[in-house]
């Protein structure tokens, strides 16, 4: 079973932060926090990893609670192209990925 | 850089017949991994190689599935005598085995439709 738990669905208004929660709290001490995103029937795509701290790329930022049980990915400007099944993964170095449901996030215009 | 190539995109074959699946990873990366959706479902993992080594085949649904690696290179995953139920999109991803990162690049899938 997957380690995250995440809201299955969110709407976000094209041009404004999306932020897609997801809660971890049995995550163990060497277990990164992974964000994975597959649009419409595509592979999933890699966006963003983190272990404590928080992080930030060209794609999006994550946001990782002090005590690492929770995380937040945050699409700065969303835009239609976002539109995608967002997942919340936590595994260690070259683990498989155990996928969830994952959030699925509409971008309006 | 190329990504992860999968072949074909697409295959319709007959309930008994045998279908073999390639995934070639990003050049240098030791890790490939199998992961399938069938209909409905969530994203499942079949097996990891790393390099030739078969590091964890647990997801593997039963022996009618062979995955190879030859060389450590490409893939083949092989189904013999496909079934109604092995339809599905199946997915390759391949990673690095050094440093801090470990993310997983993902092929744009094989369409897998047993008639």
């Known amino acids: 079973d997957a380690k995250t738990t995440q809201p299955p669905s969110m709407d976000c208004a094209e041009g404004r932060a999306a932020n897609l929660p997801c809660n971890h709290s049995t995550i163990s001490g060497n277990e990164y926090v992974y964000w994975y995103r597959q649009i419409h029937s595509q592979g999933p795509q890699y966006i963003i990893h983190g272990l404590k701290n928080n992080e930030t790329n060209e794609m999006a930022s994550l946001i990782i609670t002090e005590d690492r049980k929770s995380s937040t990915l945050i699409l700065p400007h969303a835009t239609l192209r976002d539109t995608a099944v967002y997942y919340c993964i936590v595994y260690y170095r070259d683990d498989k990925i155990i996928f969830g449901k994952g959030t699925r996030l509409h971008i309006l215009p | ?115």
Request: glycine residues 10%.
């Open chain 2, 1 to 115: 850089e190329a990504g992860v190539t999968q072949f074909p995109s697409h295959s319709v074959i007959e309930k008994g017949q045998t279908v073999t699946l390639r995934c070639d990873p990003i050049s240098g990366h030791d890790n490939l991994y199998w992961y399938r959706r069938v209909m409905g479902k969530e994203i499942k993992f079949l097996l990891h190689f790393v390099k030739e080594s078969k590091q964890d085949e647990s997801g593997m649904p039963n022996n009618r599935f062979l995955a190879e690696r030859t060389g450590g290179t490409y893939s083949t995953l092989k189904v013999q005598p496909a079934e109604l139920e092995d339809s599905g999109v199946y997915f390759c991803a391949s990673s690095l085995t050094s440093g801090s990162r470990y993310e997983q690049y993902f092929g744009p899938g094989t369409r897998l439709t047993v008639t």
